[in-house]
């Protein structure tokens, strides 16, 4: 297990664009982000593979949000555009150090980080 910190979470208008980071204490393998808003369930946002060369993301932001990593800064991002009120939870960072291909399924990761709050306000 590492430790993970998620930043840039905030506040932002229906339309606009918001960057998310978060940072490993270690090396880790595949990562990912999923995101809960109140009252619902857990869901899954995307995925990375160990390399960075595949990523899965949900439908539900297919198109809008782009998952990239940086193995050197031990970092992955999430680029969020064209957000609207359905993306408004906490998003959560996930990170495994046993599997290294991207992964829908929480089960398959093995650290999570405290979560950053984005709120988006129409």
């Known amino acids: 297990q590492v430790h993970l910190v998620e930043s840039g979470g905030g506040l932002v208008q229906t339309g606009g664009s918001l960057r998310l980071s978060c940072a490993a204490s270690?090396?880790?393998?595949?990562m990912g982000w999923f995101r809960q808003a109140p009252g619902r369930e857990r869901e899954f946002v995307a995925a990375?593979?160990?390399?960075?060369?595949?990523?899965v993301t949900a439908d539900s932001v297919l198109g809008r949000f782009v998952i990239s990593r940086d193995n050197a800064k031990m970092t992955v991002y999430l680029q969020m555009n064209s957000l609207s009120s359905e993306d408004t939870a906490v998003y959560y960072c996930?990170?495994?150090?046993?599997?290294?291909?991207?992964?829908?399924?929480?089960?398959?990761?093995?650290?999570w980080g405290q979560g950053t709050q984005v709120t988006i306000s129409s």
């Open positions: 996930a990170a495994s150090t046993r599997g290294w291909n991207a992964s829908r399924t929480p089960a398959d990761y093995d650290s």
């Open positions: 270690g090396r880790t393998q595949r």
């Open positions: 990375i593979s160990r390399s960075g060369l595949s990523t």
